[in-house]
């Protein structure tokens, strides 16, 4: 399992040439101005800028390369009509004076290969054109082995062309480009795909991805196409919609393509995509404007990774997403967050100074992972268990300022205790052990280093994880203090979420209960962003919802007092609500349909954790369905939703009596159609239950005729038990009460008649009969009375004369008697 880590700087661009300058253009801010587009060269020696919005006379494409690489730099503006540059591509080159070349792609197709020699510095070594047609365009490209891939448009000829053809002016190119000693050589252009929509298209070892884009045509904007020019297959993948289809390439024709699943495609909601980039393992990950993270793989199968839980992002909001080997690294508003791809587990959360991130490609290893930004380029490493943390100088004096704290409340003396005493004499060994090893942790260069006595080396082991939290945490504080208006409640929620996340991997006693009712009643949406996280709540491909929590936190939930409400009103036990009251609240007010899944979600940890009868489950032993009323109830103003709520909650407890009592609320509120299913559902769970359920239904068809259109379904849940007898007692008792004879045409409704009861009555009577032809067969097998075994007498040396028996002791004739000796 991967720890938590740190970011480390490694290099401040003083080793790079023209630091300063790299460092003012990525610094750059203001209107027009867009983010410059950075890659780092497959040597990691050449850092290159692609500017774009820039005047005509400025650079548009820079190369940094670090000190002692070699002379000569790259540095390229071009003038109008020139148009915009596409892409910069690094394609591996098997000459021997150099492994990798960089090609700059235009939108028309004219492509400039450029190589760098250590001697001589950048060199053009040849201009290319893709692109065949004058008018053609180049919006994305790619390089897929010995070949590039692009999406290129062909505008018509025709200017007054209806934009629905428009949309379709795209094709999918691609051509093989060969690097040698002699030059770059290009092979024939082959169009994989006529008459398409715009696409994005990302290149994995095997496969291509085609990805629609903003400017997609809405109608084909719900599938992406996965294309294996290996196989010369595309798949059809559409994730909102769980459909995948493979096909072999035989028509280049977009609509000959999907002709076959539009029916389909066509009623499936919009792709909602932010962001993409390509996995490790040759997959692709989508970012959705709503901050969820999915796995596509090349075979169509898709999983999702991870819920970041923000707000909702536009198009334009600058989102970094890279995959470093299993591990997802995505910044978005400032925040760095580490994913496990395996897992889907949260590594590492970790606010940054600066919102301007890109990630860069290390030379050494895919796992690595580096960040650029203005100040400099940064490494971040997970550090081992064996590692300590590398915590601030004011931890050693919030050390023993805590243990003053820790020890005033538990003295018996009446002297006050500081911290000089603490320091000088040796009264209490605790934190001067850990006062010890966060000098032996602090960097300090002037120090000379000591090594830890093992005691203390396997503490240091043992609090790595806690000193990481803390380091971060005074971190985020101090960010809170100088962040302006418009930050401050993106650092609060931070600071939440961290509280939340310690808290919950300490002791929930009184005093830590007591704080963690104080944060979310200070900050409750923030507390519920936090909890959420923490528990990872979220729905699934089926709607069903899902949390991932570990066991610990799951005892956290459900463990503590539960609060008596009807003696204290305002607060539970001790004066603190437990926590899963908080989250039920949380949930009610924020998630309101979420509510009852997250309690059947917690019956269901609950019953394969703990049983009623043990120590370690809930105190008290109330079912929790019935805590979560008691939140409801506490609320004011009741409404609609509530009651409806209520019900949910009763049924998803699936108690006989509580599902009673729902069904008798839903009869009350006369939604009989959902009394019906209800009914069907429930009725399987004890012959009990479902008798009470039939009787209360029977009781209401005696009083009414709403339940008439849904007798078929009714008279399907008649007990076996329940005889002719006990339905027509039941409905004589609960037929309505007239004062008079009824008139001929009365306006309170028909009456029951016979005929509505004739068929529950034939069931039941059938059914009867039935057991009653069983049980006369089984009489019939057997012989009455039955016969008495036969007698066996003990062989002896010679029989004795039987004697006749004594009157009274046969009452019956049996085999070996007498039949006169019979009483």
Known sequence: MKRAGALRQV????????????????????????TPHVQTSPDGQHLLLLLRGRPALQPQVIAFQRLGTGAGDLERSWQPPQPPITELLFLQSPAARTSWVLAVVWEQGRTEVWGFVTALGWQLQQTLELCHGARARIVSICSQGGSLVWCEER????????????????????????????????????????????????????HVFLVPTGATFASVSTFLLIWCPREAKVTIVAPSGGFVHSKDLHS????????????????????????????????????????????????????????LGGSCLAQGDPVQLKAFGSTLACVLAGVLYLIDLTSGRLIEKRLLSTKEVHFLESPRGAEEIQLLTPAGIYHFSFSSPEEGGRPEPA??????????????????????????????????????????????????KERAARALPETYAKLLSTMSMDLQSYLSLELLKSCVVGASESEVDRCCEELVEQEVSRLLHLDLDRENLAYLNAVFSSFPRASWKAIRGSLQLQQNGDGLLVARATPDIWKKVLGGPVPNWSQQEERGVNGAVPLFELICGSLHRFKPKWLPSFVELTQQYLGTSWTYSTKEGPEGGVPLYRRALAVLDRTRHRTATDREMEIELLLCSARPKAVLQAVQLLVRLRR???????????????????????????????????????????????????????????????????EGDPAPFSAGGAPLTLALLKPLLHKVVQRQCTQD????????????????????????????PETPPQTGACRTPCPGCDPSDAV
């Open 395 to 444: 931890l050693v004096e919030t050390v023993f300022e805590e243990a003053c704290k820790y020890y005033q409340r538990r003295s018996l003396s009446s002297s006050q205790l500081t911290v000089e005493k603490l320091k000088k004499g040796d009264m209490f060994q605790a934190p001067i052990v850990l006062s010890s090893i966060l000098q032996h942790s602090l960097p300090d």
């Open 155 to 206: 505008p018509p000829s025709d200017a007054h062309l209806d934009p629905g053809r428009g949309a379709f002016g795209y094709c999918i190119c691609t051509r093989a480009l060969e690097l040698g000693e002699q030059g770059a050589r290009l092979g024939a252009m082959r169009i994989v795909v006529h008459n398409s929509p715009q696409y994005q298209v990302l290149a994995s070892p095997q």
């Open 11 to 34: 290099s401040d661009f003083s080793d790079f040439v023209s630091g300063r300058r790299l460092r003012e253009l990525l610094s750059q801010h203001g209107p027009g101005l867009a």
């Open 773 to 800: 032809d069983l049980y006369a067969d089984i009489l019939q097998g057997l012989p009455f009375p039955p016969p008495a075994p036969p007698r066996q007498h003990r062989p002896g040396p010679k029989a004795a």
């Open 252 to 307: 280049s024709d977009f609509k000959k393509l999907v002709f076959g699943s539009v029916g389909l495609l066509l009623s499936i909601a919009p792709l909602d995509i932010h962001t993409c980039a390509l996995s490790s393992c040759g997959g692709l990950l989508l970012l959705s404007t709503r901050g969820t993270v999915r796995l596509v793989q090349p075979d169509g199968t898709w999983r999702q990774v991870y819920d």
């Open 672 to 738: 009989w159609q959902r009394v019906v299913e209800a009914a069907e559902k429930f009725s399987k769970l004890s012959p009990l239950l479902a008798k009470e359920i039939f009787t209360t239904l029977l009781a209401q068809f005696a009083q009414h005729r709403d339940l008439d259109p849904y007798l078929a379904t009714l008279w399907e849940l008649c007990p076996a038990d329940l005889t002719v007898s006990d339905v027509l007692s039941i409905v004589l008792q609960h037929l309505p009460r007239s």
